[in-house]
């Protein structure tokens, strides 16, 4: 039995400058000279701040040295999204059995050495890369009477305090073979996976409040596939080895439902 527990606290701070000059009477200096540039653009400063809060924890358990079994979950705290949904739990289970450690498996001694069959299911989440979008988004503008303004991005910046963790569930299945005295290894997996919530940039209707686009959880998506891996040893000598190695995978991909 073995059973691992733990936190992560992780805060990104990104800053990032700019400035852009044309119309140079050389470039000897590259962006070194760009005072000899006969025009400017305003410089450009940027600042964004996010938090992520874990807790996490596994448990492993083994019986007989054939019965294999792990149970792990997981809590993440995002400042990406809205007060309300910033949590999110992701629990995963799966199992393993030592088949070929069987005594009634003992017929198949010389040929099948080794066998295991596995089987698992997870969800896991995703957050986006933008630390506002959820919040809603501001620009700075023109100065009125000699203040600095903010307004807010029409384009992309309507608040949605709903906006939150992009979800994955995954089931796959699988089967670990050796046989001839571990001269040929088989290895052959199926797996779907349900992903919901995935980020998209809906178009509003009607222009009645000026905002023109919203970030949301707007479609998902499907895949499944079926992956064969082969290994044969086909040499084997005290001092050589020739192996041949074979795989194929084979994917299916499926638009489920879009709010677009």
Same mark, same amino acid.
Request: hydrophobic fraction near 35%; aromatic fraction near 16%.
């Given at each position: 039995?073995?059973?691992?527990?733990?936190?992560?606290?992780?805060?990104?701070?990104?800053?990032?400058?700019?400035?852009?000059?044309?119309?140079?009477?050389?470039?000897?200096?590259?962006?070194?000279?760009?005072?000899?540039?006969?025009?400017?653009?305003?410089?450009?400063?940027?600042?964004?701040?996010?938090?992520?809060?874990?807790?996490?924890?596994?448990?492993?358990?083994?019986?007989?040295?054939?019965?294999?079994?792990?149970?792990? !979950?997981?809590? $993440? !705290?995002?400042?990406?999204?809205?007060?309300?949904?910033?949590?999110?739990?992701?629990?995963?289970?799966?199992?393993?059995?030592?088949?070929?450690?069987e005594k009634f498996m003992d017929w198949s001694c010389g040929v099948l050495d080794y066998c295991k069959l596995r089987a698992s299911w997870g969800k896991s989440g995703r957050q986006f890369d933008q630390p506002y979008i959820a919040l809603g988004l501001l620009e700075a503008?023109?100065?009125?009477?000699?203040?600095?303004?903010?307004?807010? $991005?029409?384009?992309?910046?309507?608040?949605?305090?709903?906006?939150?963790?992009?979800?994955?569930?995954?089931?796959?299945?699988?089967?670990?073979?050796?046989?001839?005295?571990?001269?040929?290894?088989?290895?052959?997996?199926?797996?779907?996976?349900?992903?919901?919530?995935?980020?998209?940039?809906?178009?509003?209707?009607?222009?009645?409040?000026?905002?023109?686009?919203?970030?949301?959880?707007?479609?998902?998506?499907?895949?499944?596939?079926?992956?064969?891996?082969?290994?044969?040893?086909?040499?084997?000598?005290?001092?050589?080895?020739?192996?041949?190695?074979?795989?194929?995978?084979?994917?299916?991909?499926?638009?489920?439902?879009?709010?677009?």
């Amino acid at each position: 039995l073995n059973v691992m527990v733990g936190s992560s606290l992780l805060y990104e701070e990104n800053k990032t400058s700019s400035m852009t000059a044309r119309d140079f009477i050389s470039d000897v200096y590259g962006y070194n000279n760009l005072d000899s540039g006969a025009q400017w653009d305003k410089p450009n400063t940027g600042r964004s701040k996010s938090t992520l809060l874990s807790g996490f924890g596994r448990i492993n358990y083994v019986l007989m040295d054939k019965y294999l079994f792990t149970v792990t !979950g997981r809590a $993440d !705290g995002s400042s990406k999204f809205g007060k309300n949904v910033r949590w999110g739990s992701f629990p995963s289970f799966a199992a393993g059995w030592t088949i070929s450690d069987e005594k009634f498996m003992d017929w198949s001694c010389g040929v099948l050495d080794y066998c295991k069959l596995r089987a698992s299911w997870g969800k896991s989440g995703r957050q986006f890369d933008q630390p506002y979008i959820a919040l809603g988004l501001l620009e700075a503008n023109d100065p009125f009477l000699g203040y600095p303004t903010v307004t807010p $991005d029409f384009g992309l910046g309507l608040i949605n305090q709903g906006l939150t963790w992009e979800k994955t569930d995954q089931y796959d299945f699988g089967i670990d073979m050796d046989l001839f005295n571990h001269r040929l290894a088989v290895t052959l997996d199926y797996y779907y996976r349900y992903t919901d919530k995935l980020l998209y940039l809906i178009v509003l209707p009607g222009n009645y409040s000026g905002y023109i686009q919203q970030w949301q959880n707007a479609y998902c998506i499907s895949n499944q596939g079926v992956e064969l891996d082969i290994k044969w040893n086909v040499l084997r000598r005290e001092n050589f080895n020739w192996n041949l190695e074979f795989n194929i995978a084979r994917n299916w991909n499926r638009l489920e439902k879009s709010q677009d």
